[in-house]
């Protein structure tokens, strides 16, 4: 069936450093890919999104690339701040549900 | 527009008691689904509905889980009776269209004792 994997966690950076958060998906067709936040005592929030081949989803300084290739949806950001600190989850959607990867848990240093 | 609206924010209750989780989606949504977040297990799906009708409930663990949408701007999701190992954030979520990204809320944090 349908799934995504994310590296594992926690990840620990220091401010300013180039983040990069890796997730691989496997699926039929070509689904709509997201990168969802939750930070602490919050519920997910959607973070981007790409719906086909060679898009690129983007906000808040954050950028991901859909790579029918090498099926993988990394997520990067040039320049990550104190703030950034919380956890990331890779997603697709298979018809009315969306399949979540296990998160990646994000600690910023200042 | 306000968001996925869930109470209680917080419960604890002691085990063998009746657990009552609500939500009320964004107007104008009308798929709903209900997740367990744990450590252990991350972010499950538990059951989902589109127009009010349960479409898939089978991440729901045991028949001590139930949930129901009445209407289209509320649903429960029930434990009866409740085990310390139900203790986790439940969320709600709902969205507009078939393959849209869904809009949660902020959980119930729910500790059985």
């Known amino acids: 069936g349908d799934s995504v994997t994310q590296m594992e966690g926690p990840v620990t950076l220091s401010e300013e450093a180039f983040l990069t958060i890796n997730c691989t998906y496997t699926?039929?067709?070509?689904?709509?890919l997201f990168w969802y936040v939750q930070y602490p005592g919050e519920g997910l929030q959607l973070l981007l999104k790409?719906?086909?081949?060679?898009d690129k989803g983007s906000n808040k300084g954050f950028e991901a690339t859909y790579r029918k290739e090498t099926t993988s949806f990394h997520l990067e950001k040039g320049s990550v701040q104190v703030s950034d600190s919380a956890v990331y989850f890779c997603a697709l959607n298979r018809d009315d549900k969306i399949i979540f990867g296990k998160g990646t848990r994000l600690h910023i240093l200042p | 527009d306000a968001g996925v609206i869930q109470s209680p924010r917080h419960e604890v209750t002691e085990m063998g008691q009746e657990v009552t989780l609500r939500c009320k989606p964004i107007?104008?949504?009308?798929?709903l689904f209900w997740y367990r977040q744990t450590m252990m297990r991350g972010l499950e799906l538990l059951i989902y509905?589109?127009?009010?009708?349960?479409?898939?409930d089978s991440g729901m663990p045991e028949d001590r889980f139930s949930a129901k949408m009445p209407n289209a701007s509320f649903s429960t999701l029930k434990i009866q009776p409740s085990e310390p190992r139900d203790s986790a954030v439940y969320f709600c979520a709902s969205t507009k269209n078939r393959g849209q990204p869904q809009h949660f809320g902020d959980g119930t944090r729910l500790s059985i004792l």
């Open positions: 699926a039929t067709g070509y689904p709509s």
């Open positions: 107007s104008g949504h009308n798929s």
């Open positions: 790409a719906t086909k081949a060679d």
């Open positions: 509905f589109n127009n009010n009708v349960p479409i898939d």
